[in-house]
């Protein structure tokens, strides 16, 4: 595994690259065009230009979080081939240069959700958390704004203003539309783009959904083992994988994370590694990363990533925000520096205690 950190950009991202280069054991960041909106081709200009400036700071640039999908490809509507050629443009543009990891998301208008960007935890450090029904209780039309309440001003992932700002109309497009449509919708894509991924050796790595079940009644299609299982076998390919988020798929606690990473075992290009506390259905809070602040086995999920020969980048995921710390929630410097030595100490144990066995 390559150890990495999330970095939105220059002007985005209140961590800077020099910070990370001083995290012990990152050497490489997965990282953005942030600014682009879903549907629109990423010249090899930018990308060249986002690279360069990683690796001025003594970074690698170990894949893209995230290439997001246009709403008509999700959809399905006849606009849906132009932007399906835009984004195997972008893909294009990413091979030439020499990237191979992209992440993305096939959840309908809204990428992740939570009740609160910043619930306070009796250590006095925030997490964001999720309660369904304080969600159940929220307007769609009003849900924008709450999300965006302690966003301390960041620009969130997935919640493109100048998108959400139609939500009505995102809700009337997929209106209709149900699970199995969706799919067909994404092997649709999934086919499309393969040939470029065959070409340029790009890894797909979908984002599952989160929380993992239907949220403001649309359609998810990543939840569990089932759906995963689903997705890697209607397109059978190695490109077509999977981004292990055990965050996401560990909102449902029913899900067993070693065992969809067995199951999903070299289909896995992308891991966002970090814990829950359970509160109950549909309800949590997030946690640090290390097995005794939240409800999820670390050390199991890490070993079953080393036993499957996962070798792909690696993330610490969400973080508290700690000591002072003001970002964009759950991407702080400080608990995530933390999470990635934790997670780097783990797999390190795991690694001599496999040779020296
Ligand atoms: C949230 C992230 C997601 C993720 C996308 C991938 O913090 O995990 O925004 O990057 O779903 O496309």
Redesign the pocket.
């Known amino acids: 595994m390559k150890m990495t950190f999330r970095w939105f950009g220059d002007g985005f991202d209140s961590v800077t690259l020099d910070q990370i280069r001083q995290i012990p054991v990152v050497k490489g960041v997965v990282s953005t065009l942030y600014d682009k909106m879903p549907g629109v081709v990423w010249t090899q200009d930018e990308i060249h230009a986002l690279k360069s400036r990683i690796e001025g700071s003594g970074l690698t640039l170990e894949g893209i979080?995230?290439v997001?999908i246009h709403d008509a490809i999700k959809v399905g509507n006849p606009e849906r081939d132009q932007y399906i050629e835009n984004y195997i443009k972008t893909l294009e543009n990413l091979g030439k240069e020499d990237i191979h990891m992209v992440?993305?998301?096939f959840m309908p208008v809204f990428?992740?959700t939570r009740s609160d960007l910043a619930k306070l935890r009796e250590d006095g450090s925030t997490v964001m958390s999720y309660d369904q029904e304080l969600v159940d209780k929220i307007k769609v039309d009003d849900f924008m704004n709450h999300m965006t309440e302690k966003s301390n001003n960041f620009r969130l992932?997935?919640w493109e203003p100048e998108r959400m700002a139609h939500i009505r109309e995102l809700f009337l497009l997929y209106k209709g539309l149900d699970s199995e449509g969706l799919l067909k919708n994404l092997c649709y894509f999934l086919n499309a783009i393969m040939p470029v991924c065959d070409k340029y050796d790009i890894n797909m790595a979908m984002?599952p959904d989160?929380p993992a079940w239907p949220v403001f009644n649309l359609p998810r299609i990543v939840k569990d083992k089932a759906d995963i299982e689903r997705l890697l076998s209607s397109v059978d390919n190695v490109h077509n994988g999977l981004t292990l988020?055990t965050g996401s798929l560990g909102s449902n606690p029913k899900n067993d994370i070693p065992e969809i990473i067995r199951a999903a075992k070299g289909r896995i290009h992308f891991a966002?590694i970090r814990n829950l506390r359970y509160l109950g259905e549909g309800k949590f809070d997030e946690a640090a990363h290390a097995s005794c602040d939240g409800s999820m086995d670390m050390y199991a999920i890490m070993k079953a990533l080393y036993d499957t020969g996962f070798d792909g980048p690696i993330r610490p995921?969400?973080g508290r925000a700690i000591w002072g710390e003001v970002s964009m929630p759950?991407y702080g410097l400080y608990d995530r520096a933390l999470g990635c030595n934790y997670l780097y100490g783990l797999w390190e144990a795991i690694d001599r205690g496999s040779i020296d066995r």
């Open positions: 979080e995230s997001n992440c993305y998301n990428d992740w992932a997935g984002h989160d988020c966002h995921d969400h759950g």
